[in-house]
T-cell receptor, first 115, second 108 residues
């Protein structure tokens, strides 16, 4: 069964800490995405990547960075965590081009609490 | 940019039909999707429709697209308690934009 795996389901971090959220997919997908989900706001795109070592800013990149050193792994980094980054973080992947139009595969999410 | 709007909450009785609505602003959207999110889980793709289609049926699910009004709906026939979840509409043009999600509560 193909899937997207996020390394942690729940994380609690302190303000100012550097936080790494890891995502691995086993489908050989070219595209990978990081979203955050907040009640009443839906999903907002933080960063995405269409290839190894490539990254593009999404709609809300401030306070975040990403790394994609291998095709299957896409990491989200919170350089200095703040309480307003408390959220559910969702990783997704898809094929490129028109085949990618058939939808995304999502991980189970990481619920991050910053205290 | 694209705006995708959904009502936040819908409550139905088990066995009834559920209709979840979505409106969007970009008429050049090419693919439109419905995702389901169960509690504590990620999103699962339920179905999608191309913009050149008006309707798509898949077992208990029926998707209707009104391009003129930029309105997408998801009908779930014979709603079951296992259908309780948040349902997200998403539309794709140059990128994919998700709606705010509709929480469906099924009352036994």
């Amino acid at each position: 069964d193909v899937k997207v795996t996020q390394s942690s389901r729940y994380l609690v971090k302190r303000t100012g800490e550097k936080v790494f959220l890891e995502c691995v997919q086993d489908m050989d997908h070219e595209n990978m995405f990081w979203y955050r989900q907040d009640p009443g706001l839906g999903l907002r795109l933080i960063y995405f990547s269409y290839d190894v070592k490539m990254k593009e800013k999404g709609d809300i990149p401030e306070g975040y960075s990403v790394s994609r050193e291998k095709k299957e792994r896409f990491s989200l980094i919170l350089e200095s965590a703040s309480t307003n980054q408390t959220s559910m973080y969702l990783c997704a992947s898809s094929l490129e081009g028109e085949q990618g139009a058939y939808g995304y595969t999502f991980g189970s999410g990481t619920r991050l609490t910053v205290v | 940019g694209e705006d995708v709007e959904q009502s936040l909450f819908l409550s139905v009785r088990e066995g009834d039909s559920s209709v979840i609505n979505c409106t969007y602003t970009d008429s050049s959207s090419t693919y439109l999707y419905w995702y389901k999110q169960e509690p504590g889980a990620g999103l699962q793709l339920l179905t999608y429709i191309f913009s050149n289609m008006d309707m798509k049926q898949d077992q208990r699910l029926t998707v209707l697209l009104n391009k003129k009004d930029k309105h997408l709906s998801l009908r779930i026939a014979d709603t079951q308690t296992g259908d309780s979840a948040i349902y997200f509409c998403a539309v794709r043009d140059q990128k994919v934009t998700f709606g705010t999600g509709t929480k469906l509560q099924v009352i036994p």
